[in-house]
DNA sequence: AAACATGATGGAATCGTTTCCATGAAGGTC
DNA sequence: GACCTTCATGGAAACGATTCCATCATGTTT
């Protein structure tokens, strides 16, 4: 037995030990066939020797990683930080590693870190993407099995996803905040909300209200174009009585700006936000949320993703629920 | 040239096209020694086949992966969340892919984590550890470069660690606290947080206030813990009037157990928070905060962790700032 | 011109595993 | 007893890169 220096315990070391081949040893660690005193003196070789297989090897042979990568816009989220810890919820009791990358909703980052995967060998990557569909190309062509999570690029309708009920969810909204008199309300989104979009205007017309283009407004995922939208937004129009934010930064923009201007809540005006977030109920006064099942929703995508048939799956959506809290009000 | 089928290109296919050998290839695309004329034939069809030389054989042969991996107790926590994107942000720079895990502030479970990451021959660890100094022995001694974040097991001195300067930061809070007129001031801690806690027992030494052992409770790392721990503190002893919350989650808990009580913001008591998060400014009133670089934190221990001299470098101790917002007022 | 230094080059070994295949022993059937 | 099946077993070939080393061509020195 050698001991000198830093060596690796290997396979071969506990097939010697043993007294086995190393193919034996390999049969035994992973579950195949073996004779009970074979698979016993193997299992206490490997035991006494405090071996660990090196997933180096076998993913080499394998040609797969087994792993598990995660795509977030922003980690500093907790929305997203909410789906990440579904995923590796899940994940962990698989005992499959989660490699991160967050992308900044940066298409170019995106497709950069998608590259990165591949290099890795990562066979399953579950993404909240921002590019389009050509983004995702590669990687399927390259064989990754690819679960979308919170939203899918548009057209890319071959990739599994687990999303939430936008629809459901702005309609729900739109529709208390049209039944509190509302009739000028605004939508603050950020990148990558189409479905909400389309689902904002299309409520507003079952509403009969016309829509003002002016009232949509979109930021980049950043905190401080979120205020810059969000302020801009209530400087430019003083004459909305209602807004939407479609995720918590943005919400989080919109009552700062609305503070900034002594606008108060929900005298002046009316806030609704996606996400239900933990400050949310610290707020004064406390808002009024589309609360979505972050963590569910990663739960569900790694679910999926760690499946073998996640290739031809149907969409899977999630509910979310209204929570009216203290920021809407009836129309000034 | 094949095309059937899926048949990953390996550098085998590379000099094929090139009509060279394999060592070249090798030799060209990591920068080695060759002639222009070679170098050239090598990259045009490197480029042409679109090759991706593939980690898996790399890592095999070095006996290394060349990424990171982090382990925080709640990717949830914002606080984690900053500390996190901190870390992406510098490995990204690098082209080094980065391995999460949380350990939900759990001893076993860390140890658990880290067992994945020597079986996938990970090489570099960032952690905010909550095991003991020897839930790491074994990493050390298989050759991982460690570096601790936010805080580290007492008696691991030979891991370098980039923490926030918590002995000043608590020092600050408290004299301030103390010069509003408070005495009776409570600490509402976490997991691991044994060196605040020392802080804050010199602190009202020096001050020539005796510490009242029931003014100090520790909660788990979880929301609910937080909250029962808050809530049973005003309970158990109303007539506190101060608290230092030494997290987000705890002061959090304590904003929302003191509402829940009817106990007013700044009148009835004080509260000073650990970190500074977005919502901090939203709450009513806006909460009086000791800001920490958790970013920074995390971008300086990638830093660290990727630099070959990690193993042998003092601890990094970044400053804290008290922002005084409208939280604190003089002892009712 | 012979000896030598230099530098480009490709073959082959290597990393640690899984897995294919050949071998041989044991047991069952006619 | 010959034959076939079943099963445990170990040697060796992958997997895709890096890297050691021998080879060979070229240019330099004496």
């Known amino acids: 037995m050698k001991v000198s220096g830093h060596h690796r315990i290997t396979i071969k070391d506990v097939a010697a030990a043993a007294g086995v081949g190393v193919a034996t040893v390999s049969r035994v660690l992973s579950g195949g066939s073996a004779s009970p005193e074979t ?53 962990r009791s698989a005992g499959e590693p989660v490699m991160i990358g967050a992308t900044g909703d940066d298409p170019e980052l995106e497709a950069e870190l998608i590259g990165t995967f591949l290099e890795q060998s990562v066979d399953r990557v579950i993404a909240v993407p921002c590019g389009d569909a050509d983004t995702w190309t590669p990687a399927l062509r390259a064989g990754l099995t690819v679960v979308f999570a919170h939203r899918r690029p548009p057209g890319r309708d071959d990739v599994p996803a687990v999303l939430s009920d936008d629809r459901l ?40 209200i016309t829509l003002d283009d002016e009232l949509v407004v979109s930021a980049r995922a950043a905190r401080d ?40 809540l929900p005298r002046d ?32 995508a790694a679910e999926l993703v760690m499946r073998e048939s996640a290739r031809r799956t149907r969409d899977t959506v999630l509910p979310t629920e209204l929570l009216v809290r203290g920021s809407c009000g009836p129309r000034r």
């Not at 937004?233 to 503070?259: I, S, W, Y």
């Not at 949310?280 to 972050?294: F, G, H, M, N, W």
């Open 39 to 91: 698979r016993e003196r193997v299992l206490a070789a490997a035991a006494r020797l405090d071996y660990r297989p090196s997933a180096l090897g076998r993913n080499l042979r394998q040609r797969r990683t087994g792993g598990i990568a995660l795509l977030v816009p922003d980690i500093t989220d907790t929305f997203y930080g909410r789906l990440t810890e579904g995923v590796l919820s899940c994940a």
């Open 225 to 264: 174009s979120a205020y810059a939208a969000a302020s801009g937004l209530f400087q430019h129009r003083p004459d909305l009585t209602a807004v939407l934010a479609g995720g918590n930064v943005l919400g989080e923009a919109a009552v700062l700006a609305a503070r900034e201007l002594d606008l108060r």
């Open 169 to 208: 969810g702005v309609r729900t909204a739109v529709e208390y905040l049209a039944g509190l008199g509302h009739r000028r309300i605004a939508y603050l989104g950020g990148p990558g909300q189409g479905p909400r979009l389309r689902a904002f205007r299309d409520t507003l017309a079952a509403l009969g």
């Open 269 to 300: 005006v009316s806030i609704v936000m996606f996400d239900d977030v933990p400050w949310a109920e610290l707020c004064s006064p406390p808002l009024t949320v589309i609360a979505q099942p972050a963590q569910d929703i990663g739960y569900r």
